[in-house]
Structures are given as structure tokens and as C-alpha cells.
DNA sequence: CTCGATCCCTGGACGC
DNA sequence: TGCGTCCAGGGATCGA
């Protein structure tokens, strides 16, 4: 599940592949997951590619209409979601296209670049001038961007679940599931906290480990857990590094308790139930009992 | 404002 | 071998 890590990863793939390149033509297939087809297949032929460029967990083509790169227009791009399952990458127009390719960019060096997307959970639109600022804005600060002060205010000031805030694109842009569960562990921070009552201590701790684990994903070229690949068709390795996500029943590596799965915002959510205190019997259900020893967490 | 439920969609896991 | 069932999950949407 491609999340900023992965994204970004196929974001410098495809800068280095293909920017500066022209498209010639169009070919859709499948188009329920894309905004404007009709715009797609109208504008896009003639236009260069002049940059790829990762806006949370989308990639951005930004488009220039002379195949001259240094004017550079920034008033239109592509958009790209990939969901769950989406793949963009380039590839010879000889070779037969994989199950699921619903979009074709032939190139003006031979070669095409194509979006797979079997679940078609991702999401494409084209996107120009005022509409795509506006699009842009409905999204929260790069979560590599944002310094500790406005992180706390973003998390601090919402009484929503801390796992429910790294996952809201409009608080935070590109964290999805994995990363979540990565930095609340590392952070040690239960899942169903709310932000609102987190100490500022906790949060600088959170903030230091989402931005220490993105980056470092980032450098393993992120994530595959399914089956993602980035633009130049390769699987990440961050998926070694995992301490929580996917885990269930497995031991912590801090305190070997097994890990635990819950439904936090809809999503699995993956922890240690010894080293992230659940909160103090808050909102929630009855959820049983399931801890009662309430240790410091050692302050640091 | 926040939350849960529901839907979208397909492949993979699992049971028989 | 093959089929039916269940589930995962980012995000939009809707009612509570």
C-alpha cells in the first residue's frame, strides 16, 4: 500500500525516467477511478512532462506545454493515487501490457508509460490552474515539512484518536496505516490516545519518530508488503523494519509482549500493549480490561 | 467535530 | 483442482 514513503520513492523513479519527455497519445480502459477522462485524453497529448513530484501520497506530473522543460508552466499537472494497488511506471511499447492497465501514455521516446491498477481504489485527474491549487490546498502539511510546533498544534488541537489524526490526509498528508503504527510504537504511544490529551513530550516524541521512520523508509525505497514496486519495477525494503505493522501475536522487540490488532478508524492497528498504555477508560466502550499497572514511560 | 457503517474492487488465504 | 466465502484497505459519503 503505497503511503509518502513509496510514492515518493516512485516519484524520484519517475522524475529520473521520465521527465522532460512529450506525450504523443493517449489510451484509457477502465476510467471509474479517474475524475475527468474526457480532459485526460484531450489535454494531455502534446504536453511535456516536466517534473514528477510527490504531494502527499499523490504524485504529481506537472505538465509544461512547450517540450522546452525550462518554461517550466506549473499551472497543470496529473495527478495520481495509487490506492492500494496502483503501479505507473514506463515501459517499452513492445512489451504486452500486464493485467489491469487502464491508462497508456506512449511517449515521444518510444516507450509508454502505463497505471495498473487491479482494485482501482487509486485515483487520477487532471487538474489545471485555480482547481488544482484548490485541490492541492484540501490537504494537511507534508509531515516532513512540518516542524515540531506545528505538528503539536496540528495533534494537540484535535480531540479526535492520535491514530485517527496521522491517518486524516487533511491533517497530515502522505502517512496511511503502516507508518502510523510504526511511529506510534516508536513513540509509544496507544493508538486510541487522543490527540488532545497527549503531553507536549509525547508528541515531540512522535513527531521525532514519524519523521526519523519516513525518512528512513524512504532511503529502503519504502514498504512491499503486497506486492508494490516502484517505478523502475522494484520491491522496497522497509518491510523488514516493521516492529508493529502486521505483528499480531508476534513479540515486541522492546518488551517481547505480543503484539496486538484492534480497529482504530476503521483500520487494523497494530501495538504493544506493554510498552503503549491504552488511555485512561475514556469514550470507548466496554472494552474489557485488559491493563491495569499504569507505569511511568520513563521520561526521554 | 468526530465516529461508525457502508461501498468501491480484486486477489489471496482458507475451508471443503 | 476448483469453488465459495471472508477479508484487507484509502477514501468518499452519509447518518448519528
Request: hydrophobic share 35%; proline share 4%; charged share 35%.
Amino acid at each position: 500500500m503505497p503511503e509518502l514513503p513509496e510514492v515518493e520513492t516512485v516519484a524520484r523513479g519517475l522524475q529520473r525516467q521520465i521527465a522532460g519527455r512529450r506525450i504523443l497519445s493517449i489510451m484509457l480502459g477502465k476510467t471509474d477511478f479517474i475524475d475527468n477522462p474526457g480532459e485526460i485524453e484531450k489535454e494531455l497529448p502534446g504536453r511535456t512532462i516536466g517534473s514528477v513530484v510527490r504531494y502527499g501520497k499523490f504524485l504529481l506530473l506537472q505538465l509544461t506545454r512547450k517540450e522546452d522543460a525550462g518554461e517550466t508552466d506549473r499551472e497543470s499537472a496529473l495527478l495520481v493515487h495509487l490506492g492500494m494497488t496502483g503501479m505507473l511506471r514506463p515501459q517499452p511499447a513492445g512489451e504486452p501490457h500486464a493485467k489491469h492497465t487502464h491508462v497508456v501514455a506512449l511517449l515521444d521516446d518510444g516507450r509508454e508509460l502505463r497505471y495498473t491498477d487491479p482494485r482501482r481504489f487509486g485515483r487520477m485527474a487532471y487538474l489545471a490552474g485555480e482547481s488544482l491549487q484548490e485541490e492541492l490546498r484540501r490537504f494537511g502539511a507534508d509531515p516532513l515539512e512540518a516542524g515540531l510546533e506545528e505538528f503539536t498544534a496540528k495533534i494537540r488541537g484535535k480531540r479526535a484518536r492520535i491514530k485517527a489524526l496521522l491517518l486524516d490526509q487533511r491533517v497530515l498528508r502522505g502517512v496511511g496505516n503502516i507508518y502510523a503504527d510504526e511511529s506510534l510504537w516508536k513513540a509509544r504511544i496507544h493508538p486510541q490516545r487522543l490527540g488532545a490529551r497527549l503531553r507536549r513530550k509525547q508528541v515531540k516524541k512522535l513527531h521525532r519518530a514519524l519523521q526519523g521512520i519516513l525518512e528512513r523508509a524512504i532511503v529502503m525505497r519504502g514498504s512491499s508488503i503486497a506486492d508494490f514496486l516502484d517505478a523502475e519495477g522494484q520491491p522496497g525494503e522497509y518491510q523488514r523494519r516493521h516492529r508493529a505493522y502486521g505483528r499480531e501475536g508476534k513479540r515486541c522487540f522492546r518488551c517481547k509482549t505480543r503484539i496486538k490488532r484492534v480497529i482504530v478508524a476503521g483500520r487494523s492497528s497494530y501495538f504493544c500493549p506493554r510498552c503503549q498504555k491504552a488511555p485512561r477508560r475514556g469514550k470507548s466502550r466496554r472494552n474489557g480490561k485488559q491493563e491495569h499497572a499504569a507505569r511511568r514511560g520513563k521520561m526521554g
